[in-house]
C-alpha cells in the first residue's frame, strides 16, 4: 500500500472538515472490505483515509424514526442480521445481505459502504431499491435526501458531491402486508459475486416492484402497476410478457462471469423465480 | 509519512504502539508483533486465511488497518490455547483428521470460534455456511465440519 | 500400529498456530525482494529503467537480466531452458523482468513500482490452434534445443505410443469425439515463498519444496558450486500438489543472497503465484471402436497439450498420462499420438494426477457414449472391458496389478447403480488409472538412540498428505517402540539423505520401504549386539540398549533404501512400480432453468493394497474428490486476446467452498495387500480427482440428455447445451 495520513474524527464536523480540505484526495473509511482492497491494489492513491466509526453521530444504530427505518452509516451487515424489525419488515434485504461475502466481511462491511461503493452487482442494491430506500446525504452545507434509485450514477459513481458524505440509509416501513423475495446467479454455490440478482417485492394492493444488479450500469428497479404479475390467476405467458417488458432497461455484458446471453435468459428465469417465492410470502403473511 | 500510536489488546495483553496506517492488522500481527500463526494469503478477504476475532468477533484481518484496531481486543490463534495446550476446537479438529497441510486451518479454528460463540448447536448447513469465508485447498471441508460438530456436541 | 488411525504427526502444531511454515520463519538482517513484471502476454522488453527505483530509501540492490552472469543461466527439470530473468522477451503474463532487494517490505514494493520498463506488445501463441500454426511466432529461440528436429517449431515433443494395428481393426461401431481440459492452477493456500543466504562458502535456500534434492543439484550448477555446499531446507509446504515439485525463483534468490552477502526473503502473492504454475491444457481427438456388446476393439487417440513458454516437467506429464491414454481396459488395438506445444503462458508443471485427469476425461467419455449408443449399462461395459489382475493391458510392461472390477462394483453399490432414480437427477461413474513412480531412488537413515528413541531421517515432504505420520508408523511397527518416541525428521539436504521426490503418491511405496528397510538393518545390529553380550535373544530393546550404552553412549544406525532403476529403451525410463486405479461415481441434480448442478451424493473408491493410516487415506481421498469437482465445475484460467490472465487472484478463480461440497460424500477404499510398498500397500491421493469430471459429467448426460465435452460444467456451459438440446 501507498503511504497516506489516517485520521480519526469525532465529530461530524470535523469529518466534513477533513472531507472539504482534501476533496478527491480523500477516501472514507467504515468496514473497509471495498477500501482495503483497493488500497492494496492502488486503485485507490488517497492522500488522507478518513475514518468514520468514531464520529459520534454516526455510530452504529437502527431507529425507528416515525415511518421510516434508519441504519447508520458504519452499521455492518452482521447488524442487520442480527435485527428482529428488518428480519420482520425486510426479509429480502435480510437474504440479500446474507449473500454478501461471508461472516468475517458482514461483520465489518456496512450497508452504507455497500451501496457507496457502487458496484453494479451490489448484493445489497437491488433489495434497498425495491423496498424503496433513501439516502441521507450531508455535508458541512447541510444535508439532502435522495432517493437509492437516483443515487447510483454507474459503475463505482454515485451523486456524492465533494465534501458529502451518506449518514444513513433510511427504509420506509410499509403500512400494507407484502411478500419479497431476493435471488442470484453464481458461479459457485459458495461465497460469490452475483453474476445477476434479484429483489421482487409483490404489495397486497397488487403492485409488484422487481429491482436488478449486475445487468446494468447501475443497479435499477422497475415496477408494474396494472397488478398482472401479483395476480395469481394471471397466466404465466401473461406474466413472461409484462417481465418482458420491464427488462428492456437491464443492459447486461459479457465478463468473466457470465455472457450477455446468459444473463438475459436468467433474467426472465430468475425474475419469473423470484415473483413465484414473493406471492408465496405474501400469501403466507 | 508519520506513524499513528494505538493502544490495542491482543491476546489479553494490551500493547502501545506506533504504526504507519498503510499497515494492515495482518501484516502487524506477523512482522510486528511475530504472531505467524495467522496466515496470508489472498490479501482479498476471499480465503479467510487470515482470520482473527476483533472484539469476540471474526474478520478478515488482512482487509482491516492496524490502526483500526485502536482500543479493541485482537484474538489470535495463538490466544485460544493456554499455555500451548489446545482447547476442545482444536482437540476436535485433531481427532476428527481436519488438518493437512494445516495452512488453513487457524482460520478455520478461529472462524469456528465465533460460529459456536453465536451458535453453540449449529447444524451441519449452519457450520458449512459459518465456515464459507474459509478456503481449504487441501480439501478437508468434510472432516473440518465433523471436527466444529463435535466440538459443539463437547460443549465448547 | 499399521492400519490404524494414528493422530497425524505435526497436527498438534499446525492447530495452534505454532507450524513454522516458510513464510513464518524471520531471519535477522534480511533483505526483502519484490519481483517486476508486466501487465501483458507476450512482450518485447525495449528498456528497463532503474534510476528512479534505486532512489527509494532502503534499496540495495535491483536485478535485471543484464546484471546476471552472461549468458543468463537457464534451469529445468528437465530441459535447461528457463531463465533467471525474462531475456529480451516477457515470455508469458507474469514472467519478472527484474527483482528488487530493499531493507523493508514496504522499500522494495514502493521501488518496484518505480522501475520503469519499456515495452512492446508482440503476437502471441495462446492456444492449441496458435501453437500449431507454421505462421506463428516461435516461444522459444532454436537455439535452446540445438539437436532438436523440431526446433523451428512450437512443437516440443511428439509421441507415438500403440500397439496392434489400428487401421486393420474391426468395430460394429466408431465413436468419435474431440475433449478439452482447461487451464487451471494448484491454489494451494500457501502462495510460494523463497528464502536464501549466504553460507560459509555456499548458500542456504529455504523452499517449501517437493524435491529438495533436485532443488539442490539445481543451485549448485547455476551457482558453480558443490552439491555438498549447497543446502536446501525444506520446511512443510502449506499444500504443494505439485506446484512446488520444481525449481522457479530459487536461483534468483540464491544469486541474490550471494550478490548482496544477506540473506534474502521473496514471498509471492497469490495472483504471482497463479501465474506461476498450472495444469497442462490440451484437446483430445479419439476415435474408439467398439464390438455390438461393447467391447473395446481400438483407441486411436490424438492429442496436443499445451505447455507453457517453458517445459518444466510438463513433457514427462504428457508421456506417462498418455502412455495410459487407453486407460485400465483391454485393448487389443491402438495408436496414440501426442503433440508437446509450447505457448506464451504460464509454464504448466506437474499437478496432482499428473496428466491423468485430463486423459480420463476422454477415455471415459468414450464409453459412456458407445453404452448409449449401444444400448448397454454404463457400469457393465467398463466391467466387460477392465483388465484383470495380472493381464498385461499394455503389451510387455507392468500388468494389471489390482482386481479394479472390486472398485468399481464398490462405487457402484455406493451409489445405488440401477435403482430408480428421481426426476431431474442423473449417475454417472467413472474410472482413471495412473502409472505411479517408475525410476527413482529413497534413502532413509533410522538413528535408534541409547534410551530406545528414534529418529528417522526421510527426505520425503509432509505437504498435508501426512507422510510423517506413516513413516512413523512404520518405524514403530517395525523397531517395536511406542509411535511418540519417534521423531520424523524431513526437509533438509544437510540432514537427511537422498530422496528422489514427494510426487507420483510414491513415498509410501518408495520411502516407507526404505524406512522399513533402515529399521531392520538396526533390528538385525540388535540380534547381533545381543548374542555379543550374551543376552537371550527376546531381550527388550530397552534393556539391550542399556546393556550396551550404559558405559559408553552411542547409539544403532540404520540405512534403508528402495530403489527403481532406469530401463533404456522404456519408454517411461522404466516400468510402473504400480499403478493408482480409481473409480469415481457421482449422484447429481441438474437445474434446469439455471443449468446449476447440485451433487447429491459422491463417491470416490481407491485401491490402496493397505491402508497404513486409514484416517489419513479418507482425508487424502475426500480431499482430492473436492479439488477435483473444482476442475468438474467451476474452475477455469481465461486469457484476453493477449496472452493476460482474466481472472487472476482468489475473487474470480473460483475453487470449491464448503458450500460446493456434495450433500453427501464417501471415500471408500480397496485393500488386497497387492501393492510393492510396506505391508502390501500402494500409493494413494492422487486418485480421487482423476476421474471425477468424467463421472458427473455422464451423471449430467443421465439427468438432462445433453453431452458435454469441454470443461468447466459451469451453470453457464450447461444451460447452453441445454438449450440446444432443445432447439
New interface residues.
Given amino acids: 500500500?501507498?503511504?497516506?495520513?489516517?485520521a480519526?474524527p469525532a465529530t461530524l464536523a470535523d469529518a466534513f472538515a477533513l472531507l472539504d480540505e482534501h476533496g478527491p484526495d480523500a477516501c472514507l473509511?467504515a468496514g473497509?472490505?471495498d477500501v482495503?482492497?483497493g488500497?492494496?491494489n492502488?486503485t485507490l492513491r488517497p492522500e488522507m483515509?478518513i475514518?468514520l466509526?468514531q464520529v459520534a453521530e454516526l455510530q452504529p444504530a437502527i431507529s425507528e424514526e416515525g415511518s421510516w427505518l434508519t441504519i447508520t452509516a458504519t452499521t455492518a451487515l452482521?447488524g442487520i442480521d442480527e435485527d428482529q424489525r428488518i428480519h420482520a419488515r425486510f426479509p429480502a434485504l435480510i437474504e440479500a445481505a446474507a449473500t454478501v461475502?461471508?461472516?468475517?466481511?458482514r461483520?465489518?462491511a456496512t450497508l452504507t459502504g455497500n451501496i457507496c461503493h457502487a458496484s453494479p452487482a451490489a448484493d445489497t442494491a437491488p433489495a434497498l431499491l425495491a423496498y424503496g430506500a433513501r439516502v441521507n446525504v450531508a455535508s458541512a452545507r447541510g444535508t439532502r435526501r435522495v432517493d437509492l434509485d437516483e443515487f447510483f450514477v454507474g459503475p463505482g459513481k454515485t451523486v456524492l458531491q465533494r465534501g458529502e458524505l451518506v449518514t444513513a440509509i433510511d427504509l420506509p416501513i410499509a403500512a400494507e402486508r407484502r411478500g419479497a423475495a431476493f435471488a442470484r446467479?453464481t458461479?459457485?454455490?459458495?461465497?460469490?459475486?452475483a453474476t445477476i440478482s434479484i429483489c421482487c417485492v409483490v404489495e397486497s394492493a397488487g403492485r409488484t416492484v422487481l429491482a436488478y444488479g449486475a445487468v446494468g450500469p447501475r443497479p435499477f428497479v422497475v415496477a408494474d402497476e396494472s397488478g398482472l404479475l401479483a395476480d395469481p390467476a394471471a397466466r404465466d405467458g401473461a406474466k413472461d410478457e409484462v417481465l418482458r417488458q420491464l427488462l428492456t432497461k437491464a443492459s447486461p455484458i459479457s465478463d468473466?462471469?457470465?455472457?450477455r446471453e446468459?444473463r438475459e435468459?436468467?433474467l426472465l428465469?430468475?425474475s419469473r423465480?423470484a415473483l413465484r417465492a414473493s406471492l408465496e410470502r405474501l400469501r403466507a403473511a | 509519512m508519520s506513524s499513528t500510536p494505538i493502544r490495542v489488546t491482543v491476546n489479553g495483553a494490551e500493547r502501545e504502539v506506533e504504526v504507519a496506517p498503510n499497515t494492515t492488522l495482518l501484516d502487524f500481527l506477523r512482522d510486528r508483533l511475530q504472531l505467524t500463526g495467522t496466515k496470508e494469503c489472498c490479501d482479498l478477504g476471499e480465503c479467510g486465511a487470515c482470520t482473527v476475532l476483533l472484539d469476540g468477533r471474526a474478520v478478515n484481518s488482512c482487509l482491516m488497518l492496524a490502526v483500526e484496531g485502536d482500543a479493541r481486543e485482537v484474538t489470535t490463534i495463538e490466544g485460544l490455547s493456554e499455555n500451548g495446550r489446545p482447547n476442545a476446537l482444536q482437540d476436535a479438529f485433531l481427532a476428527k483428521g481436519a488438518v493437512q497441510c494445516g495452512f488453513c486451518i487457524p482460520g478455520q479454528v478461529m472462524a469456528a470460534r465465533y460460529l459456536l460463540s453465536r451458535n453453540p448447536h449449529p447444524t451441519l448447513a449452519e457450520v458449512r455456511e459459518g465456515l464459507s469465508g474459509n478456503l481449504c485447498r487441501c480439501g478437508g471441508y468434510v472432516q473440518i465440519c465433523e471436527a466444529v460438530l463435535a466440538a459443539s456436541e463437547a460443549g465448547t | 500400529m499399521i492400519g490404524t488411525s494414528q493422530p497425524r504427526a505435526g497436527g498438534l502444531a499446525r492447530v495452534t498456530g505454532r507450524q513454522q511454515f516458510i513464510a513464518d520463519i524471520n531471519l535477522d538482517h534480511a533483505l526483502h525482494v519484490k519481483l517486476v513484471h508486466l501487465d501483458c502476454g507476450h512482450a518485447r522488453i525495449v528498456a528497463i529503467d532503474t534510476a528512479a527505483a534505486s532512489e527509494v530509501y532502503g534499496v540495495v540492490a535491483i536485478l535485471t537480466a543484464a546484471d546476471l552472469p552472461q549468458p543468463v543461466p537457464r534451469f529445468g527439470p528437465v530441459h535447461d531452458d528457463r531463465p533467471i530473468l525474462a531475456v529480451g522477451e516477457t515470455k508469458y503474463h507474469g514472467q519478472p523482468v527484474a527483482a528488487v532487494a530493499a531493507e523493508t517490505k514496504e522499500a522494495a514494493e514502493a521501488a518496484a513500482e518505480l522501475v520503469r520498463v519499456e515495452y512492446e506488445a508482440l503476437p502471441g501463441v495462446y492456444t492449441v490452434a496458435a501453437a500449431l500454426d507454421p505462421a506463428a511466432p516461435l516461444v522459444q529461440e532454436p537455439g535452446l534445443r540445438p539437436d532438436d528436429p523440431l526446433r523451428h517449431s512450437n512443437v516440443l515433443r511428439e509421441l507415438n505410443y500403440g500397439w496392434g494395428d489400428v487401421e486393420a481393426a474391426k468395430a460394429d461401431l466408431v465413436v468419435e469425439n474431440s475433449y478439452a481440459f482447461p487451464m487451471v492452477t494448484h491454489f494451494a493456500i500457501e502462495p510460494h515463498a523463497f528464502i536464501a543466504a549466504p553460507d560459509d562458502g555456499g548458500v542456504v535456500i529455504w523452499t517449501a519444496t517437493q524435491n529438495p534434492f533436485q532443488t539442490q543439484r539445481i543451485i549448485a550448477r547455476v551457482l558453480g558450486l558443490p552439491l555438498a555446499r549447497v543446502r536446501v531446507i525444506a520446511p512443510d509446504p502449506g499444500g504443494a500438489f505439485g506446484g512446488k515439485q520444481h525449481p522457479k525463483y530459487e536461483p534468483l534468490v540464491a544469486l541474490l543472497a550471494l550478490r548482496t552477502g544477506r540473506p534474502v526473503r521473496l514471498l509471492l502473492t497469490l495472483e504471482e503465484t497463479f501465474q506461476e504454475v498450472r495444469r497442462t491444457s490440451c484437446e483430445i481427438h479419439v476415435r474408439t471402436g467398439f464390438q455390438a456388446d461393447g467391447t473395446i476393439s481400438f483407441q486411436d487417440i490424438q492429442s496436443d497439450f499445451l505447455l507453457g513458454a517453458y517445459a518444466d516437467v510438463a513433457e514427462r506429464v504428457i508421456t506417462k498420462a498418455n502412455y495410459l491414454a487407453c486407460g485400465p481396459y483391454r485393448v487389443p488395438d491402438a495408436r496414440i499420438t501426442v503433440r508437446a506445444l509450447l505457448s506464451h503462458t504460464t509454464p504448466s508443471t506437474a499437478f496432482r494426477g499428473f496428466g491423468t485427469p485430463q486423459v480420463s476425461w476422454a477415455h471415459e467419455s468414450q464409453l459412456d457414449d458407445a453404452a448409449r449408443c449401444l444400448g448397454l449399462d454404463r457400469v457393465d461395459i467398463r466391467l466387460r472391458n477392465l483388465a484383470r489382475k495380472g493381464e498385461a493391458f499394455v503389451p510387455g510392461d507392468t500388468p494389471c496389478d489390482g482386481d479394479w472390477a472390486e472398485s468399481v462394483r464398490k462405487a457402484a453399490g455406493a451409489i445405488e447403480w440401477g435403482s430408480p432414480i428421481a426426476a431431474g437427477r442423473g449417475r454417472g461413474l467413472a474410472v482413471a488409472i495412473k502409472a505411479s513412480a517408475t525410476t527413482g531412488a529413497s534413502y532413509s537413515i533410522v538413528r535408534l538412540h541409547w534410551d530406545g528413541s528414534a529418529t528417522v531421517l526421510a527426505g520425503t515432504s509432509d505437504m498435508g498428505q501426512g507422510a510423517r505420520t506413516v513413516l512413523a508408523q512404520v518405524a514403530a511397527h517395525e523397531l517395536g517402540i511406542p509411535i511418540d518416541s519417534i521423531k520424523v525428521v524431513m526437509g533438509d539436504t544437510a540432514a537427511v539423505p537422498f530422496d528422489l521426490q514427494t510426487s507420483a503418491s510414491r513415498s509410501t511405496v518408495f520411502m516407507g520401504q526404505a524406512v522399513a528397510r533402515a529399521c531392520r538393518d538396526i533390528n538385525a545390529q540388535l540380534r547381533q549386539m545381543a548374542a555379543d553380550l550374551g543376552l537371550v535373544a527376546n531381550v527388550s530393546v530397552v534393556e539391550l540398549l542399556r546393556a550396551r550404552f550404559s558405559e559408553v553412549r552411542g547409539e544403532v544406525i540404520g540405512v534403508g533404501s528402495y530403489r527403481s532403476e532406469h530401463q533404456p529403451g522404456h519408454p517411461l525410463g522404466g516400468s510402473p512400480s504400480f499403478y493408482e486405479f480409481s473409480c469415481t461415481a457421482s449422484e447429481v441434480e441438474v437445474d434446469e432453468g439455471t443449468g446449476q448442478i447440485l451433487l447429491v451424493r459422491h463417491v470416490t473408491v481407491a485401491d490402496v493394497g493397505k491402508a497404513l493410516n486409514p484416517q489419513h487415506v479418507e482425508m487424502q481421498d475426500e480431499g482430492a474428490a473436492v479439488m477435483g469437482l473444482g476442475h468438474t465445475l467451476m474452475e477455469h484460467i481465461l486469457l484476453d486476446d493477449s496472452g493476460r490472465i482474466r481472472n487472476l487472484g482468489a475473487l474470480d478463480y473460483r475453487i470449491p467452498t464448503t458450500k460446493d461440497l456434495p450433500l453427501e460424500m464417501f471415500a471408500l477404499v480397496v485393500e488386497n495387500a497387492d501393492g510393492p510398498g510396506p505391508y502390501g500397500s500402494k500409493g494413494a491421493g492422487e486418485g480421487g480427482l482423476m476421474a471425477t469430471a468424467p463421472a458427473v459429467a455422464s451423471a449430467v448426460t443421465e439427468a438432462t440428455g445433453v453431452v458435454i465435452r469441454d470443461l468447466p460444467l459451469t451453470p453457464e456451459r450447461v444451460w447452453r447445451a441445454i438449450q440446444s438440446r432443445d432447439l
Avoid: E, H
Fill in positions: 500500500m501507498q503511504p497516506f495520513a489516517y480519526r473509511l473497509g472490505t482495503v482492497v488500497l492494496r492502488r483515509v475514518d466509526k452482521a461475502g461471508s461472516a468475517q466481511i461483520n465489518r446467479i458461479r459457485r454455490r459458495g461465497v460469490d459475486l468473466v462471469r457470465g455472457s446468459y435468459a436468467m428465469v430468475m423465480r
